[in-house]
């Protein structure tokens, strides 16, 4: 078992020590499984454990910085459990609706629910189309390459986050029987909220990622296209990551050349303008230096700059997997109301000058609806009932 712990002969951070605890040792000592349910999280003691020179892996610096490229690398998987849940609830909750029977009607002719469906099959396609590419960039990583960092946490804070509102929203459809025994909702609905949590909270993600915000929006570099990554190689790289420190130095290529072959699509075009208007901001309504120690500001400011790297990813694997422009303007139609929401909570913050108050609010866009496009959508999300029943 990889365990990170620390000396206590010696001070500062030449005290970390990486190494491994043989479980079958009479000191080593399982204490229990600290979750309910299948998975095994354990806690376990060592004392008066004997750590031999073979059993140090790295001490020192090196030693914390392996601990958390473990955390980076190791939890990428959490966004695609996520996913995952969701997905099946998704399957569960039309099914229902598309059979369940209101005032004559079968449910899913409300109008609310037609809305709640339609959105979030729209959400989930979003973070599958994220999730997908960004499995590239963590296979093509290298010690010089570390945009991965990035991306994984957007895929633990954002992806997360995005399951977690989709089950809420799905709730409200499928109601009552998302609490039948017999039904994978009542299984999901003690998982989903730990998605986000497994690291703490996301605001750690969302803090890790503010810190390559200079770097995305305002220096990049002429890198190759990343490719897709599916073959069986050898992923070596990612135990080769270099220290924490330096993040802010890491090069990402030119975000605004994912936009270029949907610009045709009048929801992307309105979001990338938005996001233009967000590359602006630091100009024309800097932070104060209050508001550079003020987390609870920063994190709104993150909600923001999270979209730009998250729409760039999905629209790099739309290009890659051909998904139809329907879904892609529809995507983008969602991202033109999110950043809206989250440039006016910008503008509700206590400490936002009036600078950006006027920034927030010249940000808010109403995105491009399209009756047809969104009927054609509507029809692919109710061609879905039935494609998924628990096995019982």
């Known amino acids: ?234 992923d070596e790289a990612l135990f080769r990551q270099p220290g924490a420190a330096g993040l802010g130095k890491v090069r990402f290529a030119d975000w605004r050349s994912a936009f270029a072959d949907y610009s045709h699509l009048p929801n992307v075009a309105l979001f990338l303008e938005q996001a233009e208007r967000f590359a602006q901001f630091p100009v024309q309504a800097p932070t104060t230096d209050a508001q550079l120690a003020d987390l609870d500001y920063q994190l709104a400011v993150g909600e923001l700059f999270t979209l730009l790297p998250y729409g760039q990813l999905i629209l790099e694997q739309a290009k890659i997997a051909g998904t139809p422009d329907d879904l892609v303007d529809a995507i983008f139609e969602l991202f033109v109301r999110d950043f809206s929401a989250y440039a006016l909570g910008v503008f509700a913050k206590a400490s936002s000058t009036v600078a950006q108050q006027e920034w927030a609010l010249g940000s808010l866009r109403k995105p491009i609806g399209d009756t047809a496009r969104a009927e054609r959508v509507y029809a692919e999300v109710l061609g879905h009932a039935g494609a998924y029943r628990m096995n019982l």
């Open 1 to 234: 078992m990889p365990t990170i712990g620390r000396r206590t002969d010696i001070e500062g951070p030449d005290a970390y020590i990486w190494f491994l605890a043989d479980s079958s040792h009479p000191r080593y000592t399982l204490v229990k499984n600290v979750i309910h349910g299948q998975n095994y999280v354990s806690a376990y003691d060592l004392a008066d454990y004997p750590v031999t020179a073979d059993d140090v892996l790295h001490t020192g610096r090196k030693a914390f910085d392996v601990a958390l490229a473990a955390v980076n690398c190791g939890k990428f998987n959490i966004g695609m459990v996520t996913l995952g849940i969701v997905q099946h609830c998704f399957y569960e909750t039309v099914d229902q609706a598309a059979h369940k029977i209101l005032f004559g009607h079968p449910v899913t002719e409300f109008g609310q629910v037609r809305q709640i469906l339609s959105d979030n099959y729209i959400r989930i396609t979003a973070m599958k189309l994220y999730h997908e590419r960004a499995i590239d960039y963590m296979r093509e990583s290298s010690p010089e390459d570390r945009r991965f960092v990035m991306f994984n946490s957007i895929g633990k804070m954002k992806v997360t986050r995005e399951g977690e509102r989709v089950f809420r929203e799905l709730s409200d459809v499928i109601s009552a029987k998302g609490f039948e025994k017999d039904t994978y909702f009542a299984v999901a609905r003690g998982t989903i909220d730990s998605m986000p949590r497994l690291e703490g909270t996301a605001h750690v993600n969302m803090a890790l990622t503010l810190k390559f915000m200079p770097s995305f929006l305002y220096n990049a570099a002429d890198l190759p296209p990343v490719p897709v990554r599916r073959d069986a190689g050898d």
